[in-house]
């Protein structure tokens, strides 16, 4: 059974458990393919309504689909390409989060629209920016085959796997190699996990969570990393 495979048969849909277990793919020394596939694989697990998901990543000027679930995501990717327009095109541009609830109904992407009825089931779409060093670096598109599943309470769970994935992908893109993530971004994998807590916790956003770590870290005199190490393992005490 592989990476991914195990990731989608986790028992829990609960944020900490999918964290935990995309944490263990992601810093065990797996190749970039693996990782991408895995964050995913995690789309579907913790955005509620999610089917398909996609991640893209610019090269060269360009947006490249380096991971997906399945055919269904790179098929809706292809057509974004293919008619210029959509959310996860979007997005790349757009610090806001893109959604489409439903496709069937008059949209601001009226030629991706017609493409996606017409070739795929879905029927919703997000895309949400990823960036590195202030640089638009690519997106992380989900998609439901239910209209109206997306909003913006649902975009909510989706923003912390991308403060979780932009971490990911940004130690990949700076030319961090998969196996030595463990070693080199420990303290950025409690960070990520921790900043997803907060947000959950507190309906915050990612730079609310990160503020919130970092002026309790200068308040108790402590390093974020730590800090943040707390947080989880105050979060997996309070499960038991």
Not at 8 to 21: C, H, K, R
Not at 49 to 65: E, F, Y
Not at 190 to 207: P, Q, S, W
Request: aromatic letters at 4%; glycine letters at 6%; hydrophobic letters at 45%.
């Amino acid at each position: 059974m592989n990476d991914d495979s195990r990731l989608a048969e986790t028992p829990s849909t609960d944020p900490a458990t999918v964290f935990a277990a995309l944490a263990d793919i992601v810093y065990k020394g797996s190749t970039a393919d693996e990782v991408y596939t895995a964050i995913c694989v995690a789309a579907t697990l913790l955005v509620p309504g999610c089917d398909h998901a996609s991640l893209m990543l610019v090269n060269r000027g360009q947006p490249v689909t380096v991971a997906a679930t399945d055919q269904v995501a790179r098929t809706v990717d292809d057509i974004e390409r293919a008619t210029g327009e959509g959310p996860c095109l979007d997005a790349i541009e757009s610090e806001a989060a893109q959604i489409e609830t439903d496709f069937l109904q008059p949209s601001q992407w009226p030629a991706l629209a017609r493409g996606v009825v017409t070739r795929t089931p879905v029927r919703g779409a997000m895309g949400f920016r990823l960036m590195l060093d202030q640089k638009k670096v690519g997106a992380l598109n989900l998609f439901s085959n239910t209209p109206g599943a997306f909003d913006s309470s649902t975009a909510d769970h989706a923003i912390m796997l991308t403060a979780f994935a932009a971490v990911t992908v940004s130690a990949i893109i700076s030319g961090e190699e998969a196996n030595t993530l463990r070693r080199g971004l420990e303290s950025n994998r409690e960070i990520g996990k921790a900043i997803g807590l907060l947000m959950a916790m507190h309906d915050v956003t990612d730079d609310q969570a990160f503020e919130m770590l970092r002026k309790t870290s200068q308040d108790m005199n402590v390093k974020i990393a730590a800090l943040a190490t707390s947080v989880v393992e105050a979060h997996k005490r309070s499960l038991h």
